[in-house]
């Protein structure tokens, strides 16, 4: 009896670890720990054009969420580091109960380009946040 059960618990780490590392690989793909273009004054300059661009609509000119097109997020407030920007940028995301949605620019924008609209976008953090950190998603 117990070493069924032993047996079956072994199969279930073994489905759960290797989903995870799939599942991290995808996720992950290649993009950087950090933002390489963190303190970079041109990549920010192209940054900051992308931005204005295609951004600040919805996010607004100081990234503080009053677009002309309502209520896109506080980016100035913005803490799930580096690599939980590029994610809900690429991703996208919609929460439940709320009317607007932010778009996937995946296919649209260039990882390049997101890193420079990161490096930015860290020059307008306020205190609190976090745009440099890697893993909390
Ligand atoms: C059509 C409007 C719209 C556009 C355009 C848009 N966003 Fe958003 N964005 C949103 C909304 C709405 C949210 C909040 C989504 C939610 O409910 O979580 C959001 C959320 C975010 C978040 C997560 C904020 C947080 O604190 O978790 C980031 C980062 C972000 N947007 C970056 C960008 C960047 C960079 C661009 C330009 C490439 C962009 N957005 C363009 C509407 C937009």
New binding site residues.
């Given amino acids: 009896m117990q070493g069924i059960s032993k047996k079956r618990w072994g199969r279930w780490v073994v489905a759960l670890s290797f989903g995870f590392a799939a599942g991290a690989a995808l996720a992950d793909d290649a993009i950087p720990e950090s933002n390489p273009y963190s303190g970079d004054e041109k990549a920010m300059r192209e940054g900051k054009s ?2 204005r661009g ?2 600040a ?3 607004g000119g100081r990234a503080d969420g009053a677009g002309e ?1 309502g ?3 506080d ?1 100035r ?4 580091g580096f690599k939980g ?1 590029v994610h ?2 690429l991703e996208g ?3 439940p109960g ?1 009317t ?4 996937a ?1 995946k296919g649209v ?1 260039k990882n390049d380009d997101i890193y420079k ?1 990161g490096a930015y976008l860290e020059t307008m953090a306020i205190e609190g946040a976090n745009w440099k950190e890697g893993n909390r998603h």
């Fill in positions: 992308w931005y295609v951004c609509a919805c996010h097109r209520n896109g997020a980016l407030k913005f803490e799930l920007f809900v940028v995301r919609q929460q709320r607007m949605a932010m778009p620019w924008l609209i």
